[in-house]
């Protein structure tokens, strides 16, 4: 496997080994509160309890088993990144819900029936947010009588929204609006690089590259050689550019000198334009006689500007 399938790797097994931390601390008692039921001190340990407690675990192992397959794709799409990067957010949300939010909604509704057909009861507290009444699922306070903006969490970190407190539920949605707007900001430009290519096209002083996000022109004049090429250089790093198994786009750095590739890396050859001020420009076509019909084409046209061969 090359570097990229390293990383996604690792990335996967990380967001796994988190989510299997955040399912052990929601299985945790909390004093006398357990997925977001408050239950007498004594019956903690009683065995309908133990028996919520085992079905959560095995709901928990089943679901992130499952989760740990549906991650397999991710890496099957490398050619395609905007597929690859959108199915990574579909699958960190759907390990989310189906991996975290759901076990511990259904173990909640589970311990609250438990609780009522067994008549334990406990004291209401001073504190509302503390009564169980006021929980969704354990997950969710809303309480309109109390003009708390957050409350503590019942899953033993972090803050929740008071729901019921017109403030805070705006609050809420407009940070899930700015979430939302900030993922279609980032997944928007994806599709355009993968499902497009770069235009070759020769003016009469410039050569012209269309590309999505990467696109640029170089006057003729800048040239000072053109020729074809079997490799590029790899050692490589972009600046302003985006590359995969399959593509590199934009700008670059190697070994310090700038260098901007439009190119297929599994098509050669490349056309190689090496500037006056020792830059490159490398280019292709999916097609070799394409690529070398292009060639011919801006070596003609350089030649013709009275620049560089």
């Known amino acids: ?10 990335m996967s097994a ?23 039921v408050t239950l007498p001190a004594g019956e903690l340990s009683s065995p309908a309890v133990k028996a919520v407690q085992k079905g959560y675990d095995k709901q928990c192992g089943i679901r992130l088993a499952a989760g740990a397959v549906c991650c397999l794709p991710i890496e099957l799409l490398g050619a395609y990144p905007s597929v690859q990067v959108a ?46 009444v006021y929980w969704k699922h354990g997950l969710y306070y809303c309480n309109p009588q109390d003009p708390s903006f957050t409350v503590p969490g019942r899953m033993h970190n972090g803050m929740a929204f008071n729901l019921g407190n017109p403030k805070a539920k705006a609050t809420f949605i407009v940070l899930m ?26 003016q009469k002083d410039a050569l012209t590259i269309d590309c999505p996000l990467f696109g640029t022109s170089v006057p003729l004049a800048q040239m ?23 593509w590199a786009r934009g700008t670059f750095r190697v070994h310090g000198e700038k260098v901007v590739f ?8 490349y056309i190689a334009v090496k500037m006056k001020d020792d830059t490159y420009l490398f280019y292709n076509e999916t097609n070799a006689v394409r690529t070398r019909s292009d060639y011919t084409a801006l070596q003609r046209a350089v030649r013709g500007a009275g620049q560089g061969t």
Not at 227 to 244: E, F, R, W
């Open 177 to 202: 609006a700015v979430a939302a707007l900030i993922l279609v900001g980032v997944l928007t430009p994806l599709p355009m690089l993968d499902f497009s290519s770069p235009r070759f096209s020769l």
């Open 87 to 132: 199915y990574l957010f579909a699958w960190v949300a759907a390990l989310l819900f189906f991996v975290v939010i759901r076990p511990y909604a259904l173990a909640n509704r589970r311990l609250a029936a438990c609780k009522q057909e067994c008549g334990w009861i406990t004291a209401p507290s001073d504190e509302p947010y503390k009564n169980d």
């Open 14 to 36: 990380f967001i796994l080994l988190m989510l299997w931390v955040v399912q052990r601390s929601a299985a945790c008692t909390d004093g006398s509160l357990l997925f977001g």
């Open 224 to 246: 000072q050689s053109v020729s074809l090429t079997d490799a590029v250089p790899d050692d490589s790093y972009h600046t302003n550019g985006g590359a995969t198994s399959n």
């Open 1 to 10: 496997m090359d570097a990229l399938s390293w990383f996604w790797l690792g």
């Open 262 to 269: 439009f190119i297929y890396t599994r098509h050669p050859p």
